[in-house]
């Protein structure tokens, strides 16, 4: 079975990069065909699939997303980051680890039983 756990830096100045990584057991990051994604859920909002990360190391992100946003992983840690540029405010989340046996189906990226792992989540606040 494999475990997630999300860590991440609580508080995050407006306009600096969130950084939040995700540690691994039970499991390689690097075993074929899993998928590595992110979500975040905003207060009093619902959740956003931010992106994913493969097992070969090869991402996709979100189009509304994109252009900030890149994931990146440490084989020999065994755990895979997220880092978002330029963040405001609207940033502030629980942000959200997952495991899927191959991709996620595109219209329950951000239904729980899509992915066979999820983390307990970690709180980032964008603020001054």
């Known amino acids: 079975q494999v475990q997630l756990q999300e860590s991440g830096p609580g508080l995050v100045k407006p306009s600096q990069t969130l950084s939040v990584t995700c540690t691994v057991s039970?499991?390689?990051?690097?075993?074929?065909?899993?998928?590595w994604s992110w979500i975040r859920q905003p207060p009093g909002k619902g959740l956003e699939w931010i992106g994913y990360?493969?097992?070969?190391?090869?991402?996709y992100y979100s189009p509304s997303l994109r252009s900030r946003t890149s994931i990146s992983r440490d084989t020999s840690e065994n755990h895979f980051t997220l880092h978002l540029d330029s963040v405001t405010p609207e940033d502030t989340a629980v942000y959200y680890c997952?495991?899927?046996?191959?991709?996620?189906?595109?219209?329950?990226?951000?239904?729980?039983?899509?992915?066979?792992?999820w983390g307990q989540g970690t709180q980032v606040t964008v603020s001054s």
């Open positions: 997952a495991s899927s046996f191959g991709p996620p189906t595109p219209n329950l990226l951000t239904r729980r039983r899509a992915y066979n792992g």
């Open positions: 990360i493969k097992y070969d190391g090869k991402t």
């Open positions: 039970g499991g390689s990051i690097t075993t074929e065909y899993y998928y």
